[in-house]
């Protein structure tokens, strides 16, 4: 059966960091697309034009969209054209891939579905998700078929991962290659041909499999190199060497990129995306699970540090510690080692106070908030009243720092933000 041939509506599930965005870039490039979510609130923010988290210049591009009448939200799921799923893919406590949102959005599309449609995965998945995602359609509308060659109307089914970088999405998602993997050389056609709609960098056509791997390959690469950079730093700690000047050094030989150490590997990609390769190679995957374990071990170090450096001090004597985000110049907490450490080192001295200073947030996250000892108080404020600073992230706040407040401080700097 043949395919809807040129697509004018799109329906993108899940209105996060990478459907919202992708729904309104799709929608200033001339598509006429409806945005579904499960939250209420936020369907009705973007019905409003607004924007529910931040990211530069996203807001601009929603309220822009939404008053040209080309995009707007519901929490049903309409017939579309084209069928973008971003839902998120957690990892269950046995790190394996959770895909229960994805197979909920393809419960909501599946009855809307006439044949002829795209259906393209962008969550990050597992190796073997987008053809799970495709069968499980099929399951639940047997009249349907992925088979080309079939008198059924088919269904047209490629994955293609998002690789924009949180605070850079509205750059990365026009300029970024991307890679579109099919599961006919038919489907990934068709989906070249959507993204190009918006897309200036190259397009690269594959197989499901082949793009799903891509995409977790490349974020397990960034998580084995800066595991690399936090097992030196622990080494150098060791031999009471700098391991900053270290880095500079060897970075120096034109073929050495050392990245940089830090308090431990947040976010929701970079600590989660590893684990599924792990899952599926387990006896292979060697090098990988020790990245992820030496990363996951970095905020333990970091709050024994703290810790000891502690024991010297009166108990009066308070702490800052600066920085929440899971990195520079952002306001997402989520998975963040440095609130970890935070809430770790107020429940390992109850009777310490703990003065945390994070410009991007007017309020602490839960985890912190139920410490009677943390408080959220200004930069300046919290180096000036306390006799240790622990610098978690190094928010350009945080480097612009008068030095001159950190004098006479025990400094424990994870990000090499004071030289
Ligand atoms: N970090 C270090 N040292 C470094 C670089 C990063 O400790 O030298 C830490 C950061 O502080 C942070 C964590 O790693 O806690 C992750 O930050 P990041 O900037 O490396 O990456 P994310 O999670 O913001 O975005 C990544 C990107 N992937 C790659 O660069 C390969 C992005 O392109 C992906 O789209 C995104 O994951 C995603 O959604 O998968």
């Known amino acids: 059966m043949t395919a809807v041939t040129a697509v004018t509506s799109v329906a993108v599930i899940g209105l996060g960091y990478i459907g919202l965005p992708t729904a309104a870039v799709l929608a200033t490039n001339g598509l006429q697309v409806i945005g579904v979510d499960v939250n209420a609130e936020t369907v009705d923010a973007v019905n409003r034009g607004e924007v ?24 049903e799921t309409p017939w579309a054209d084209a069928y973008i799923v971003a839902v998120p893919t957690p990892f269950t406590p046995e790190r394996s891939a959770d895909l229960s949102y994805i197979y909920a959005a393809a419960r909501g599309i599946a009855p809307q579905l006439r044949g002829g449609e795209l259906l393209i ?65 038919k489907a990934a056609e068709m ?70 150490p830090g308090p431990g590997v947040g976010g929701h990609c970079i600590a989660v995306d590893p684990w599924f390769i ?43 510690v600066v920085g929440l985000a899971f990195k520079a110049n952002i306001d997402d907490l989520r998975e963040s080692p440095a609130v970890e450490i935070a809430a770790g080192l107020a429940s390992d001295s109850p009777f310490r106070r703990f003065n945390i200073a994070e410009p991007h947030v007017s309020e602490l996250p839960g985890k912190l908030r139920e410490h009677e000892n943390v408080g959220l108080v200004d930069l300046e404020d919290a180096v000036q009243r306390s006799g240790v600073v622990v610098i978690l992230v190094d928010h350009d706040e945080v480097k612009e720092l008068d030095r001159a407040l950190l004098e006479g401080k025990l400094v424990v700097d994870t990000r090499g933000v004071i030289k």
């Open 121 to 185: 995965l962008e969550s990050t998945s597992p190796p073997g998700a987008t053809r799970q995602f495709a069968e499980y359609l099929i399951e639940l509308r047997p009249d349907l078929s992925l088979n080309e060659d079939d008198d059924k109307p088919t269904l047209f089914v490629a994955h293609c991962p998002e690789r924009v970088l949180p605070g850079r999405v509205m750059i990365e998602l026009v300029t970024n290659d991307r890679i579109v993997g099919g599961l006919t050389p």
């Open 278 to 320: 792990v899952d599926a190679a387990p006896a292979e995957a060697q090098l990988i699970r020790t990245a992820r374990n030496v990363n996951d071990a970095k905020p333990h170090w970091v709050r024994d540090k703290v810790a000891k450096a502690l024991e010297a001090l009166p108990a009066a004597a308070e702490i800052a």
């Open 52 to 75: 529910p988290f931040v990211e530069p210049d996203l807001g601009v591009h929603v309220a822009g969209a939404v008053s040209q009448g080309h995009l707007s939200a519901s929490t």
């Open 191 to 260: 989906a070249k041909h959507l993204y190009a709609r918006f897309c200036q960098g190259e397009i690269h056509l594959t197989d499901d499999v082949t793009a799903e791997m891509a995409k977790l390959v490349e974020n397990s690469f960034r998580d084995v190199n800066i595991a690399f950079a936090n097992e030196l730093s622990m080494i150098s700690d060791k031999m009471g060497i700098d391991v900053w000047e270290l880095i500079r050094l060897a970075n120096h030989h034109p073929r050495v990129n050392i990245l940089q």
